[in-house]
């Protein structure tokens, strides 16, 4: 995607943390729908995303899984918080396709991570609570178009990567309800 789909990546240098990986980690390979991080795991890994994209999913009380994020190529993929404390994931990062990435040990990160930020990985922490927040008022601020707009103009390739079952997830609506918004978008450009 020409620009991150996490805001995070583009308000914090991470790039030592991305040379570090390509330089040090190992290439591996995720097919479509294998688990990079399982809920209720410990992370193992945090790496770079060099092709392809993952999808960040929790279940629901009836069972069902629900895409709550998305990592795409050049972004970092990892479960940040509970990794680096040692905390069992809250979500399953699943490849979205066969998908390469430039991982090393969650261990590793979270030296490299200490050594970028002088020990001080509140400023880390701070920017991924920004994002989640911002996101958590989106949905309440705006209507589900709204979202569905907001997102595609801001990353028309999402369109061409994922899924429409997984963008509904993700925007909180049924698959059903955003093929309606999408025809009543195509009419009203139609018209």
Do not use: W
């Not at 390739?157 to 909180?172: P, T």
Request: with cysteine.
């Amino acid at each position: 995607m020409s620009s991150s789909f996490n805001i995070y990546d583009q308000k914090i240098d991470l790039s030592a943390i991305k040379d570090y990986c390509r330089e040090h980690g190992r290439t591996a390979h995720y097919s479509k729908d294998e688990v990079f991080v399982q809920q209720g795991c410990v992370a193992k890994y945090l790496g770079v995303i060099e092709s392809g994209y993952f999808k960040y999913t929790t279940l629901t009380s009836s069972g069902n899984e629900a895409v709550v994020g998305f990592a795409f190529e050049g972004e970092i993929v990892a479960d940040y918080y509970n990794s680096f404390n040692g905390i069992p994931s809250e979500v399953t990062i699943i490849a979205g396709t066969d998908t390469a990435v430039s991982q090393i040990r969650t261990t590793e990160a979270r030296n490299i991570f200490n050594e970028s930020f002088e020990g001080n990985l509140s400023a880390l922490n701070g920017t991924l609570f920004s994002e989640i927040y911002s996101r958590q008022l989106e949905l309440y601020r705006k209507t589900p178009t709204e979202r569905y707009l907001d997102l595609i103009t801001l990353y028309p390739q999402i369109l061409d990567i994922v899924s429409l079952r997984d963008i509904a997830s993700y925007l909180l609506v049924t698959p059903v309800y955003l093929s309606r918004i999408r025809k009543n978008l195509a009419k009203k450009s139609g018209e």
